[in-house]
């Protein structure tokens, strides 16, 4: 199980351009090999990463996730294959529906046939990619078109998927699954088998399966996990997560958290290699300087150990 960076937490604090690249270097320097950044509200990612690409060396740059509600998939196609050339074809791009509430706050619109919207999304997506050009007709996603963009590889996709349906069409038709708060015995039982036997049936290579979810070490466990509780209290009321944390057993987002002295955090990674995942995401989760430094000082020491 590889151990790479989520600093999509960065995301929530208009962090500068030259903070990011410094954030991702260090991230390089110290040794990992994968560096994952999601969308949130105004910072385009997909720029961010482009950028990341001029100033790394040979990390693997993911988005963690783009939504594909408010952004077309044949604008999204054209943004990663030309981040892709800016850094060398280290993109992976990582695509998820987002949820229903949020969905028709912003955009006043319903949110249905998730998995329709996906599939058709993946449609126009996936030949432009990889053929640059496309014509298809949907129910929801339709287009006809032809790319001129800088000579690059096609990047690896990964859909965020929790459900049966959407773990099955992802298996079947993209390079895996990027998880958020799903804990280790639900990636044993649930995400790996379903998402594992849809491409082998479509004769596809092994997922690759993300596990994310944050990490701290300290003394203070008791304390982080009461902000993490607090921080990421929304979730409990999002039924996709709230499934997921039903399956574990997890109260909320706090009780699949990976808090504790550095044999528990240790502890904790190795649930998530035991389990199946091919990567783990790390989230540093962290409220001082001190505990910043533990943990990483403890993930970069453990990188290589599963």
């Known amino acids: 199980m590889r151990i790479t960076i989520n600093a999509s937490g960065q995301t929530l604090f208009a962090t500068p351009i030259a903070e990011f690249e410094e954030h991702a270097r260090t991230a390089e320097a110290d040794g990992f090999d994968g560096y994952w950044v999601n969308q949130l509200s ?15 060396d040979s990390m693997e740059l993911g988005t963690a996730v783009i939504p594909t509600w408010g952004h077309t998939p044949d604008t999204l196609a054209g943004q ?20 229903k509430p949020g969905v028709e706050a912003k955009y006043h619109v319903p949110f249905e046939r998730p998995v329709r919207h996906m599939t058709e999304y993946l449609d126009v997506l996936l030949p432009l990619l990889h053929e640059r050009k496309v014509d298809v007709v949907g129910d929801i996603w339709s287009c006809t078109t032809e790319f ?18 959407m773990l099955e069409l992802a298996g079947r038709r993209t390079d895996g699954t990027i998880l958020w708060l799903v804990g280790p015995n639900t990636v044993r039982d649930h995400i790996g088998p379903t998402i594992t036997a849809a491409a082998e049936a479509a ?33 409990n009321d ?9 399956r574990e057993g997890a109260a909320g987002p706090a009780d699949v958290a990976i808090i504790g002295n550095e044999d528990e955090v240790t502890e904790g990674l190795a649930a998530f290699a035991a389990a199946g995942a091919t990567e783990f995401a790390a989230v540093e989760f962290t409220l001082n300087d001190e505990d910043a430094a533990r943990t990483r000082d403890l993930l970069k020491s453990v990188r290589t150990s599963f």
């Not at 105004?42 to 790394?56: F, I, K, N, P, S």
């Not at 001129?148 to 349906?165: D, K, M, R, T």
């Not at 993300?210 to 929304?234: F, K, Y």
């Open 42 to 56: 105004g910072t385009d990612t997909m720029t961010v990463l482009a950028l990341l690409g001029r100033v790394t």
């Open 80 to 99: 990663a294959l030309t981040a892709q050339a800016a850094s060398g074809d280290r993109i992976a791009l990582g695509i998820g529906l987002a949820h």
């Open 148 to 165: 001129v963009v800088p000579p690059a590889a096609a990047p690896a996709v990964i859909v965020a998927a929790l459900g049966p349906q």
């Open 203 to 235: 004769g596809r290579p092994a997922p690759r399966v993300i596990a994310s979810v944050p990490v701290c070490v300290t003394d203070d466990g008791e304390g982080v996990r009461n902000t993490v509780a607090m921080i990421l209290a929304n979730y």
């Open 238 to 246: 999002l039924p996709s997560y709230r499934a997921m944390l039903d």
